[in-house]
């Protein structure tokens, strides 16, 4: 069955950095463009950033455009997200999630379970 | 950005109810239109794509419907393991967004 597991979240000051990856398995990733979601405290679901199936093609949401890069390893079936100039903002747990298709749709098929990412002095 | 708004926000309902959720686009969408359910703590999770089709292995008590800009999401027989948030997402164009989420509590 599909996995998604995130690790790399923890308490970072404002300003820093943090990478996040996620760990694949269950289906054939380096078929499948891969997605990150977050979700503030409290709050509802933001689209990140995407990558396609081979890294070729890379979007992001405008408030992270600049700070974020999104990045694959498909040797190793894994997800990156490392995050830069990081904001209070940006506090919220991140999921990877899976895209339906081999062409990138912007529908997640599947989520991993989360990694929470704090930014506090 | 395309806005998705859902309504009611939050609503109480009871075993068996048969509740629904609308979601209504600030655009035509098609019917490029998702629904997930979480659970507190839980990550979301896939229940419709295509406003009407459900992902593999949700139940058929889940069904989807609409197109354009107003769509629903209904629960035939609410049970105890459907109380959850549930939100809907456009994939018509970029960025995907998604609703505010509706909150579906035990009355």
């Known amino acids: 069955q599909v996995q998604l597991v995130e690790s790399g979240g923890g308490v970072v000051q404002p300003g820093r950095s943090l990478r996040l990856s996620c760990a694949a398995s269950?289906?054939?990733?380096?078929?499948?463009?891969m997605h990150w979601v977050r979700q503030a405290p409290g709050k509802g679901l933001e689209w990140v950033a995407v990558?396609?199936?081979?890294?070729?093609?890379?979007y992001y949401e405008d408030s992270v455009r600049g700070r974020f890069t999104i990045s694959r390893d498909n040797s190793k079936n894994t997800l990156y997200l490392q995050m830069n100039s990081l904001r209070a903002e940006d506090t919220a747990v991140y999921y990877c999630?899976?895209?339906?298709?081999?062409?990138?749709?912007?529908?997640?098929?599947?989520w991993g379970q989360g990694s929470l990412v704090t930014v506090s002095s | 950005d395309i806005q998705m708004t859902q309504s009611p926000s939050s609503l109480s309902a009871s075993v068996g109810d048969r509740v629904t959720i609308t979601c209504r686009a600030s655009?035509?969408?098609?019917?490029?239109l998702a629904w997930f359910q979480q659970k507190p703590g839980k990550a979301p999770k896939s229940l419709i794509y295509?406003?009407?089709s459900l992902q593999s292995a949700v139940p058929s008590k889940f069904s989807g419907s609409g197109s354009g800009t107003d769509f629903t999401l209904t629960i035939s027989s609410l049970q105890p393991e459907d109380f959850a948030t549930y939100y809907c997402?456009?994939?018509?164009?970029?960025?995907?967004?998604f609703g505010q989420g509706t909150k579906v509590e035990i009355k």
């Open positions: 999630a899976k895209d339906r298709t081999t062409v990138v749709s912007y529908y997640f098929d599947y």
């Open positions: 269950g289906f054939t990733f380096n078929k499948y463009g």
């Open positions: 990558i396609s199936y081979d890294g070729s093609n890379k």
């Open positions: 655009q035509g969408i098609s019917n490029y």
């Open positions: 295509a406003a009407s």
């Open positions: 997402q456009q994939y018509f164009s970029y960025p995907p967004t």
